[in-house]
Structures are given as structure tokens and as C-alpha cells.
């Protein structure tokens, strides 16, 4: 019997470990997926003008890095926010000063021109970081990602 209680136990652990990796959104304490109310979704065409990797002091995610791109468009430069630097940094190494389309979405507190990537389409591929709940891709417990 007790190694049955052992196994539920564990079961149980890894499976609330895998929700508490979802975006959370700034100062949230609740993941933007988990929420009846989803931030509408806008698209932003561009040139990345940086790529910033390193603490983001507007996230409640467990990562210690994050990966940022600056994207210039029409005069202004918006600082969208991929994810963790361990899980996205290798998918845009080489987009800096190239043309991209970014669906991106926020919450309301995170400050003007700052948004949250839900996929991004580059050079003819797509790479879709959150899902149609804007549950992000290492949320998932295979950690899979999807270039289309």
C-alpha cells in the first residue's frame, strides 16, 4: 500500500509543478492561461533593434533570464518579451536588424510599449512560443516548441 501513496504523491507534485511554470504577466499571481479574460492579441511588424537577455524585473516566471527583443516600428521601440533564456534564446540568435511579425499581447502592468510574444514569424517560419490559451510552450511537460 505504500508504494502506491508514494507514486499518487509524486504524481501529484510533478503535476502541479508543470502549471506554475505559466506566464504570470507582471505582479500577477495568477497566469494569464488560467484566467477567464484573455488580453486581446495585436500584431507588430518591425526590425529587432537588440536582443536583450537577463533579469526581467516584470515577470513572476521561476527563470532567472529572459530574452527580450527590441522591435522598432513607426518610431517607436517596443520591448517584447519571449520567455526564459534557456528555452528561447536559440530561436531568434540571428534576428537582430531583420524584419519580423510578432502577435503579442500584455497585461495591464506592464509599462507602455512592452509586450508579451505569443508567436512570432520570421523569415518565412513561425514559431509559436503560447498557444491559443497563451500557455506557453515550456509549460508543457514535453517542452516542445513549433517552427511551422
Known amino acids: 500500500m505504500f508504494p502506491r501513496t508514494k507514486i499518487w504523491t509524486i504524481a501529484l507534485l510533478v503535476l502541479t509543478s508543470m502549471t506554475s511554470h505559466a506566464q504570470k504577466g507582471a505582479g500577477e499571481q495568477q497566469g494569464v492561461a488560467s484566467s477567464d479574460q484573455f488580453p486581446e492579441l495585436i500584431e507588430i ?5 537588440a536582443i536583450r537577455t537577463g533579469p526581467c524585473e516584470f515577470t513572476n516566471g521561476k527563470s532567472n533570464s529572459g530574452t527580450h527583443l527590441m522591435v522598432s516600428s513607426k518610431d517607436v521601440i517596443y520591448n517584447v518579451h519571449l520567455g526564459p533564456t534557456s528555452q528561447v534564446k536559440n530561436f531568434v540568435a540571428e534576428s537582430e536588424n531583420r524584419t519580423i511579425q510578432i502577435v503579442v499581447f500584455r497585461t495591464n502592468k506592464l509599462p507602455a510599449d512592452h509586450y508579451i510574444a505569443q508567436k512570432i514569424l520570421f523569415e518565412g517560419n513561425e514559431l509559436v512560443l503560447r498557444d491559443g ?3 506557453p510552450f515550456w ?3 514535453n ?6
Open 139 to 141: 509549460a508543457d511537460r
Open 143 to 148: 517542452c516542445r516548441s513549433v517552427w511551422k
Open 133 to 135: 490559451y497563451l500557455k
Open 45 to 49: 511588424n518591425g526590425v529587432v533593434s
